[in-house]
């Protein structure tokens, strides 16, 4: 499964981004699926995860209350949608898929496929 992340860019603190996760040739419908960041010269991060139903979700502490992790499974896609951003947020964010598995959303190992990465700066 190859995934994409996109909707990155340059916005000013206090702004907002959605981020798409897609995969090529393949539904995102079956997978638990999660967004992580990573900072110049820091290491990966876990940043929010959805349950392949939708019905189960996690976040980060950063992330509660300013990020929404949501999916369609009809379009087979998977989005984040950040607000009240800080330059902290920062980062390359990269999706992933895992199969069905319950809970340790956060945990980068569980996750075996990954996708190319989407660059938002945000601004001060």
């Known amino acids: 499964v190859q995934l994409q992340a996109s909707g990155g860019g340059l916005v000013p603190a206090g702004g907002s981004l959605r981020l798409s996760c897609t995969a090529a040739?393949?539904?995102?419908?079956?997978?638990?699926m999660g967004w992580f960041r990573q900072a110049p010269g820091k290491e990966r991060e876990f940043v929010a995860a959805v349950s392949w139903s939708g019905g189960t979700t996690d976040y980060a502490e950063f992330a509660k209350g300013r990020f929404t992790i949501s999916r369609d499974n009809t379009e087979g896609m998977g989005y984040l949608q950040m607000s009240s951003l800080k330059p902290g947020d920062t980062a390359t964010y990269s999706c992933a898929a895992r199969a069905p598995r319950f809970g340790s959303y956060y945990i980068t190992s569980t996750y075996e496929y990954w996708g190319q990465g989407t660059l938002v700066t945000v601004s001060s």
């Open positions: 040739g393949r539904s995102l419908s079956n997978f638990d």
